[in-house]
């Protein structure tokens, strides 16, 4: 019996995408002011980065209700397929528990993983569960697996501004107004399925130097295992950079390092500017 994969936006993954992979996509609602938009449908990630600049509104994303689960529950298993529902950290969403909740009415057939992450923490392990679909391997052994190697997977970012961390309310204004002047570049990353903050720079340079400081330290990548990079904002010219920089760390081991642009999950939070690195830990 075949296995289908259903996933949330927060994997940043758009519906064209999605069609093309052959996954079930259920977006995020993002919501500036009255405007209310469905994540990677009518709202592209470049449009939300527009949007994030221009508007005095910071926006909101709401968690998929138990309904709208339930409803793509009951497609998916009407010709007798099992389900993998991967969604974003239960830790920075209410969503897991929907999920959760709708999986209830269908008699073990739907599995609901907690990827303890979003972005491209993620999606690495959607990329994953795909591969274990692809092996023939069945829904319970999956289910096993992605949950076992959840753990091994680092996502660390380097912001280029803290004034959206200040916005959502995740610092205060003087810290923000203070890195501004002093041109701090924080460092977040993905821990035990929240975000936070790991590391301070001074300038980009010094920024990038951290980021890969930190992939070290975390036992460097696991290159057999989906990896990936990205940017928020409208220009990957800084994550060229980075890439630029790091070179070393992936010359030899690929030919090339799939990168992609940050959604609205994670964007709002980060602003424009950010780069992230996702990798499973040696």
């Known amino acids: 019996m075949s296995i289908k994969l259903i996933v949330d936006s927060a994997g940043d993954i758009d519906k064209a995408e999605a069609e093309n992979r052959n996954i079930t996509l259920i977006p995020m609602e993002v ?16 449009e939300f980065f527009e949007k994030l600049v221009e508007s005095d509104v910071f926006p909101k994303t709401s968690q998929i209700n138990k309904f709208r689960f339930e409803e793509e529950f009951k497609n998916a298993v009407s010709d007798g397929s099992d389900v993998i529902c991967m ?4 830790k920075l969403s209410a969503t897991y528990q929907s999920a959760v909740d709708a999986s209830k009415s269908f008699n073990g057939k739907v599995r609901v993983i907690d990827t303890k992450n979003a972005c491209l923490g993620e999606r690495i392990l959607i990329d994953y569960a795909q591969s274990l ?16 190697k959840k ?6 970012a380097l912001l280029n501004t803290l004034k959206y961390l200040q916005k959502g309310g995740r610092i205060s204004y003087m810290t923000a107004f203070a890195g501004g002047l002093l041109n701090i570049k924080p460092v977040v990353a993905v821990e035990n399925g929240e975000v936070k903050l790991v590391g301070k720079a001074v300038g980009s340079k010094k920024g990038n130097n951290l980021l890969v400081q930190l992939i070290e330290k ?17 220009s990957d010219e800084v994550l060229k950079k980075y890439l630029s920089d790091s070179a070393y760390i992936w010359q030899g ?3 090339s390092v799939p990168s992609y642009q940050i ?18 830990a040696k």
């Open 263 to 280: 959604g609205s999950t994670i964007g709002a939070h980060v602003g424009p500017g950010a780069i992230a690195v996702a990798f499973f």
């Open 151 to 156: 753990g091994k997977i680092k996502v660390l």
């Open 31 to 46: 919501s500036f002011g009255n405007e209310t938009y469905f994540d990677g449908v009518n709202l592209s990630r470049r």
């Open 87 to 90: 969604v974003m950290s239960s």
């Open 218 to 234: 975390c036992g460097g990548i696991d290159f057999d295992m989906p990896y990936a990079v990205g940017y928020s904002g409208l």
């Open 253 to 255: 081991k690929t030919e």
């Open 133 to 148: 679909i692809a092996e023939g391997k069945e829904a319970d052994e999956i289910e096993r697996e992605l949950n076992k």
